[in-house]
């Protein structure tokens, strides 16, 4: 069983309500009053829970609410889609190595908010979208999959924005199944670093999914 944490629009969601992951969702969660992602939840007939965070006194009290919804929802992997709360270890406890976080840049580069907009204010000429393993940092768990997009002169940061979108639309759900369908191996090297490998996205993703604006043919980008 699935449970994605959302706190906006809820695209991310659409797309894994869409998508065969191999497992169903049995709960949305969101920490905002009227986040659109509740409402995709009840169109798709799936629980939707709003835990309000301002309700409670600090971040723990918040996450033991958030564990008590997915434990009751019967919840292994925990999936968040745009879910604009840090994690703290209250829920990384609950699900050890099972927190997934999608982030619309290509990491370690321009961790944090605004991602999309930084990255194209640098001048970069690549960037992406990152599946990732959550830790306690802020995007600095393993890496799991990432998609390539070429910022295009003619770009603005919205445009960027919206192409990297369409990328995790097609990245995010092929983690996800990868993940439930048990492809998951992590390693710590002798640094003490973990690196995650994850089977069942890399043969897709050498063609449609590293730099899919970039393949002929592609209606991406
Ligand atoms: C996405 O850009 C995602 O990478 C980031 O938050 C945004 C959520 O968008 N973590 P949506 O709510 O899925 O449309």
């Not at 033991?64 to 829920?91: C, N, P, Q, S, Y």
């Not at 960027?160 to 998951?184: D, S, T, Y």
């Amino acid at each position: 069983m699935i449970g994605v944490l959302a706190s906006g629009s809820g695209s991310n969601l659409q797309a894994l309500i869409d998508a065969d992951l191999g497992a169903p969702i049995s709960v949305v969660v969101a920490n905002v009053p009227g986040a659109k992602a509740l409402e995709r939840a009840e169109k798709a007939g799936i629980p939707a829970v709003l835990v309000d965070h301002k309700a409670f006194p600090d971040r723990a009290s918040f996450d033991r609410a958030l564990v008590d919804v997915l434990v009751a929802h019967r919840v292994e992997w925990v999936v968040l889609a745009g879910f604009m709360r840090i994690v703290t270890k209250v829920v990384l406890d609950a699900f050890p190595d099972r927190v997934v976080n999608i982030h619309p840049a290509l990491l370690p580069s321009f961790p944090g908010v605004d991602a999309q907009k930084r990255a194209f204010d640098a001048g970069v000429k690549i960037t992406g979208c990152t599946v990732h393993l959550v830790d306690e940092g802020t995007d600095t768990g393993p890496i799991l999959a990432q998609a390539a997009v070429p910022v295009l002169a003619t770009d603005d940061a919205l445009a960027l924005k919206q192409r990297i979108l369409r990328q995790e639309h097609r990245l995010f759900p092929a983690v996800v199944r990868a993940l439930v369908a048990g492809g998951l191996t992590i390693t710590t090297s002798a640094d003490g670093r973990r690196r995650a490998r994850l089977d069942g996205v890399g043969d897709r993703a050498e063609a449609t999914l590293v730099c899919p604006a970039l393949l002929p043919g592609s209606r991406e980008g």
